[in-house]
Structure formats: C-alpha cells, structure tokens
C-alpha cells in the first residue's frame, strides 16, 4: 500500500449492491484485473482466504478416505465428446488449443471446463477388479469457461476449485457417497462461514450435463439473491458406458461401476462477501480469515507502546490465534479504516493508559463493540470473541434468509415478492419442466432446489394449479 | 491393486537405468500415461509425496516473509513478448490458445509456461512507492512447454511447481533475496530430502532467458548424471524496464526495482527416485515419504493379532508418525514386496510369538536390517529409525557424490571420466563461451555450475591452456 493511500469511502450497499461488491473485491484487496478480459488476479489476501478454505475442506475429504490426485490440463476434443450430454454443455465455452510450439496440432485440446473426462480415461486404466473400488479421488486445480460476462468471484473465466471425481461398485454406494459429500459442503459453509445452507436436489433442467441428479447447497445473500454454493452429482453408469470401464464384481461378472462428482470454488468467497459485508467492507467470519486479530498500538511514538503492543501479538498468536501487529507509522484512523475494510474480526487496541492499568481494548468487526480486558487474559478473550463473532454472524445470515423466505401458492405472489425486494419463494412444484420455464418467464425466478426437508403436504402448482407434494425454492440467483 | 497383481520384478539398475526408473515410477504407481503425449497423471502415491513437498517449502517461504497469490494460466502473445530474450527462449516451446468457445481469438494465448510477464504485468499496477517494496510473492501451479521428448518427473509437457517472483527497491537486496532462496532449496534436499547439493552459478551459456544471473543447485543421481534441481535468477531492473515498472523512492526519485525469480518443481520426485531407490523399488526419504510405517500383520488369522497390529497404528500414528496397517488378505510375501516397491522407510511386523513376547519387529527399506523390539516402545523406536534412515540415505548419496567427483586437468580426461561411467568433473574455466562449447562437443558434458566455494588456485583452461583461476562442474545432465 502506497503511503498516500486513501482510506475513501465504498458505495453504501443499499444504493448499490453491484458496485459495493466490486469496491470491496478491489479495496481489500482480493482480486486484480488481468490483462485477460474475465481472468482475474488472486491477491494475497483473497488467495489466503482460498488457502485456509483449502486447508479446511481438504482434511474433511482425507479424513473421509479421498485421496488427492492431478489430471493433464488439456482435453483432446474426442475425449470431451465420448460423453454426449457432457460435450454439449461444456464445448461450446471451452478454449481451444490448436498450437503446440511452432506446429499445428492434429487434434485441438480443450482446457479442461471440469474433468469428469479424464478421470474416466485414466479411471478405465486402473478400475478393473471388485478390489479396486470404490476410488475416491479428488483435485485442487483451476478451471476455464469461455464466458461473456465476469465479476470478481461470482464469474470468472479461470477459477480455482476442487473436483472430487469417485467410481463405486454400486448405485447405493455412489449414492451414499453424493450425499456425504453434499454433507461436507454444507457443515463446512455452516460452521467455518458461518453461512446457512438450503440442501437440496436440483431440477433435471437444472443439473450438471450428463449427470442423473444433482445436489445442491443454497445460501441466501445480503440482497436476497441465491448463491448456488457447492453441488455434488451422481452419474449412475453413464460415464462408465461411455468410457468402457467395467470391473469383475464379487460373483465374478463383469459389470460398470458408479459414479460421482463434487465441487466448491473460489465462488465462496463472492458467497462471504456477499453474506456478511456491510458498508465499512469486508467482514470475515473468523474461521477462515487470514488474520484474525490485528494489534493496533495508540500514541505509539510514547515509550513502551510498540513494545507492550509486540507482547501482545506474540501472546495472542502463541495462543494459536492468526495475529499481526501494525506498528507503521500510519495513523491509528488510517489503520482502523484499513482493517475494517479487510475484515479482520477483532482488533486490539494497546495505548499508555491501557498499559498503565495492564489492560487493552478489543473491538469488534461485526458490532463495534468495545470491551476492556486485562493484558494477561487477552487470548482467551479474543478466542471466545472469535466464537461469538462465529455465531453472530452465523444468526444474522439465518435471520435474513428465514426473514425473506416466504411460503407462496402463485406465480403472481412470487412475482410481487421479487418486485418488493426479493427472497426466496417456498412452492408446491408439479415437476413439469414447462411451469418451471414460466416461473421463470413470468415471475423472474430460476427453481433452485427441492429441499431434502419435505413437508409432506398437498397443495397446487403456482403455475399450472396441478395437485402436488413436492416442495420447492424459487429464487434469483448469481 | 487388482488382487491377482503380480509382484513382478523390475529391471536391475545396472542392466538399463532408464527402464529401471520407468519401472519404478508405474509400479510403485507414482504416475500413469494420459491420453495427450508427453503429459502424466498424478497419482495419489505420487502426488502425496509432492503434497509432503509442498508443506514444508510453503512453511520456508511463509517464515521467511513470502505471500502466495494465483496468476492467470493464459499469457497474451503481446505480453510475452515484451522481453526480448524471455520471449526468444520459451515461444518456441508455448502450447497457443487461438478459439474461445466458437470465436477465433484476436490475439492468441500462451499457455504459461513461466510466470515473469503476468507478474511484471500486475507489479506495474501496484508498485508505486518504496513502501510498496518488496513484493515477495510466490505461486504453486502447474505450466506447459511444448517439449518434444518426455519422461516422468523428468521432463513434462505440463509439470507442477512454485515459482516466487519478488521484486525489490535496490539490487542488493534483490540478490540478497536470490541467494537466500537458493538456500533454501539447498537445505530442503539435504534436510528434507536427503539429497547432497552442490550451490553454484550457472555460466551465461546456461542460465535463465532474461535473467543477468542464474544459481543453482546440482544433484548427483545413482547413475552419476546430474539433475538440476533448484535454481534461482536475478534479473536486475530489466524486466522493470521492458515493463515500464517505477516507484518513487525514499529521495522522491523515479527508480526501475530490482527483481527475482526461483522455483522447484516435480522434478524433485524424479530426483528422489534416482538418488535413493534400488532394484527392489523405490526408497522414500523418510520426511517426505506419505507413509512412515506399514503396519504388517503375520499370520494374521490367528486371534488376537490383527488387534495387536491396529493397537500398534494407533500408538505410531498417535506419536506423529505417518502410519498405515495392512491388514487385507494379501499373503505376507506380497505386502512385503509391495511396500518394499513403494519405498515405505519402516515396516513394522507383528505376528502371534512377538504378541507373546510383547514385541515387534521392524525393518529398515534401505539395509533391510531386522530389530526387534519392545511394542511399548516401538514409536520411539520407529522415530529414532526414520533419522538414522534419514542420515543413512544421506551419506550414501553424499558417498556416490564423492566418490565420482574428479579434479581433472585436460578436456580428454574428462572425456575419459564420462566413458567410464561418468561422474562430475571439476577443473579451471577461462570464461569463454567457444571453450564451453568444446566441452560439449568433445567431452558429452555441460557445465553444471561454478561452486560457490571456489578454490581460489590458478590453473589451466581444459580446452585453450589459457591460465584462469574460476573453478567449475561438469557433467552429463537430465
């Protein structure tokens, strides 16, 4: 940061939730622009925020017995084409390599949009006894779709994520599988991003290209728009047929396994600004900010300041805590603007009165609220802040998704409820792909799960006014 | 592993080096063919042991200040070509994207194959201040170039790495920064890898497109080749040039800053295998190795004896060591082969007489040495093992580096060395590029590295007779 550095005020969310979003991606310092329409920079600061969530979901899947593996960047097209529904979702927004030094190529590569393709390839090599399965296989990579448009986080045209791509002996066991996975996701959202989570099952107009179902977890935004979260898919044998891979089963027949895939982003990011900033900037949910306490010392030029404060830091990160110390000579309005913006949870002010009486002053990100704690207990009090702030955040995110969730029985009601502000709309559905195209047509919204907590009950379709059961979220989505 | 998986022999190193080391890495299941030539699966075995790599540089570099980040994987035509001998040396080798979706590019695409220019492209938007410096990023990734020949870890059309890209306010501080990275790579291989390093300078012939100074760090494999297997550049401001990169320093003057770049990649592994394994497989160096201990059961259907070997993974594993059992019905001969193959440091055996006498056995991979000892104490036991295996691997490799190192005088005796069996040659260099290339020509050898302990003798050129006092490495390289 320059020393002339501004700390300008960001567009109010409530006038502009657009640019707000894209002010605080740019002043905390997460993304760049790249001289790649749609191709953004990871910064440190948002590529720590990565790390840690890497860190995190990336012992749940060892833990859960999946191994990590890398797949070649590049796809020959023919491979992309073995799998129909596949190769007709993702070819059209694929980039094309067809130059390979000096030489054309004889058969163009796509970069890999998703890997299902290859896993299949290399799968149909390995997977051929009872013995070898299932396989559960997982890649942290980057990924690149052609899109049109962009937007930090939300759209990127390269992104980072995790694939995991798994083959079963069965149906049931693939299954199981798809829903474990949908499981971690939605733990991993509710207690490290203190973001509530819809679980449900996608429409078939809405799940992944060559996939049977698709699962889904659903957050609600600050605006009230959807951010589809994390999806986990199951393919029955489709693959598997298409591929060739078959194995020697228990009885000795020969049979095509079953398979899953499931994946989170770099999107989550865009999902916890989305969730938990406000008009300062950034706020951080604590379990996976890159820094967690920043030590800021008042009248730091007084004798013993900076030492005092130095004491302090190294107290707080030897109790585990992700601690800095800001000692530069910026001012202290300089540097309580500037972390707020990035979201640090808490920040603990040391000045000479505080350490004439062995105290400092923790202050808050998400209320502002100040407290007062003896110096020597100041790591247990940030810890237990740390949690409160976990659990603030986590009750605010509910509140607004439970404010704005409302049980509607007409496509006109849904209507009314985005022309007032938004949410998400609960509904019987039919299960008629055509009430589904004019939910979307008529009331703006896209379906976006059916939850797996069905109520059971009987009503009417808002479109076509058929009796149902099914239970279903309509909403508008990133 | 399929259950009727043979334990095949591999080729003896002696009979063929190459085949023996292609053996090895699809035995013990490190890596597998994709579909595009040239280009390797990462497999689990394989990637863990990069995954153990990566933990402990990314510790290194965190301690010593270094932020990640995550750079586009496409390079614009017009950006690599900026720097004129950058440009030179890696075009001819780019895989190109010319189709985004269904639109021909207007301008095509470099699949990256180093970094510099992306980050000389993002340094000119953020450096602006002295107070902006130093920028000590570094990126994990995976890059391409479009070579024509390949072997696994080796040589990859597409190989993963880091590569730190840091930029600095004055030279000094730039190569300060050039030489502290390579040592720390030079400590990792001999900490971490048990792999004897010589630190050295690359003469202008070998070093880096673009840079004004190159170091490195040679390895000497089984087969006395050498592998480069670190290296580290100094650039001065030249791509601040190019890129027309300023900052205002602290006299308020317009100054270039002073850049570096360094990196390791996969070939570390292929390194590995060549230093330290043997005709019955891979030997893993302890600290990197993803399993520490196998856990063997013998004559495990009788009762009582699998629980004794889980008892036995539980009191390893709970003592920090990376532990496994096998406790399948594969015979005791094969599971022995098996992790043998697999180059796990300890294999811990317990069967019906050890449980009775309260012991277990453990055995060495690289001596093959037998202890049996107490199983209240065998995770003691099996820590003290992994450093003296540690060591042992060590001295072995430190032993092969010595002992095939020759101070020699003349071009024909060096000439002689390779044809005996090869080895490193250390003599006088006059500088020029015409005697370095003699060596090429009439020797088989390149230049490795001047050492940076240099003798400080005078002596004769081994090509022109001329009188010189720099001493250099040469040898046959991967």
């Not at 596949?86 to 694929?94: L, M, N, T, Y």
């Not at 298409?242 to 020969?254: G, V």
């Amino acid at each position: 940061m320059a020393q002339d550095k501004k700390v300008e005020a960001i567009t109010a969310r409530d006038a502009d939730f657009a640019q707000w979003f894209t002010d605080v991606c740019r002043k905390a310092e997460l993304v760049d622009y790249s001289s790649i329409k749609g191709i953004f920079i990871y910064r440190p600061y948002g590529y720590a925020i990565w790390e840690n969530i890497q860190h995190i979901l990336d012992g749940m899947f060892k833990e859960t017995g999946h191994e990590n593996v890398y797949m070649p960047l590049l796809i020959p097209e023919s491979l992309l084409q073995k799998e129909k529904d596949h190769v007709e979702g993702f070819a059209p927004e694929c980039a094309w390599v067809t130059m390979g030094g000096v030489d054309q190529l004889e058969e163009r590569y796509a970069i890999r949009p998703t890997s299902e393709t290859l896993f299949c390839d290399h799968y149909k090599n390995i997977i051929h006894s009872w013995r070898d399965l299932p396989k559960l296989y997982n890649q942290w990579c980057s990924v690149l779709r052609w899109e049109k448009t962009s937007r930090p986080f939300l759209r990127h045209r390269e992104f980072l994520w995790q694939e995991g791509h798994t083959m079963h002996a069965t149906a049931e066991d693939a299954r199981e599988e798809t829903l474990r996975m949908l499981e971690i996701y939605a733990r991993f959202c509710e207690e490290y991003l203190a973001m509530p989570v819809i679980r449900g099952r996608k429409t078939d107009k809405e799940k992944f290209n060559g996939a049977e179902e698709t699962y889904t977890i659903e957050c609600m935004m600050h605006d009230r728009k959807a951010l589809q979260s994390g999806t986990s898919h199951y393919f029955g044998d489709g693959f598997a047929r298409a591929f060739d891979i078959k194995f020697t089963d228990k009885n000795n027949q020969l049979a095509y396994p079953h398979q899953t895939s499931w994946g989170v982003s770099t999107r989550l990011i865009g999902g916890i600004i989305m969730t938990h900033g406000d008009d300062n900037g950034l706020v951080l949910p604590p379990r996976i900010a890159p820094v967690q306490a920043i030590v800021v010392p008042v009248a730091q030029q007084k004798e013993g300041v900076v030492e005092a404060a130095e004491a302090l830091r190294k107290a707080l990160a030897g109790a585990g805590i992700r601690t800095k110390l800001d000692a530069t000579d910026r001012s202290l309005g300089w540097k309580c603007a500037e972390y707020e913006m990035r979201g640090v949870p808490v920040r603990v002010e040391i000045g000479p009165r505080d350490i004439a009486e062995g105290k400092c002053c923790l202050v808050r990100r998400d209320t502002g609220e100040k407290t007062s704690v003896p110096a020597a207990e100041a790591a247990d009090a940030v810890k237990s802040l740390l949690d409160d702030i976990h659990a603030n955040l986590f009750a605010m995110a509910k509140k607004n998704l439970e404010d704005n969730t409302f049980d509607l029985a007409t496509w006109e009601e849904v209507r009314d409820m985005i022309q007032r502000g938004g949410g998400f709309a609960k509904t019987k559905w039919c299960g008629a792909l055509e009430c589904e195209l004019a939910m979307k047509e008529k009331a703006g919204v896209s379906s976006r799960c059916m939850p797996f907590e069905q109520s059971g009950t009987t009503g009417k379709c808002p479109v076509c006014g058929k009796e149902c059961t099914t239970d279903i979220y309509w909403g508008v989505a990133y």
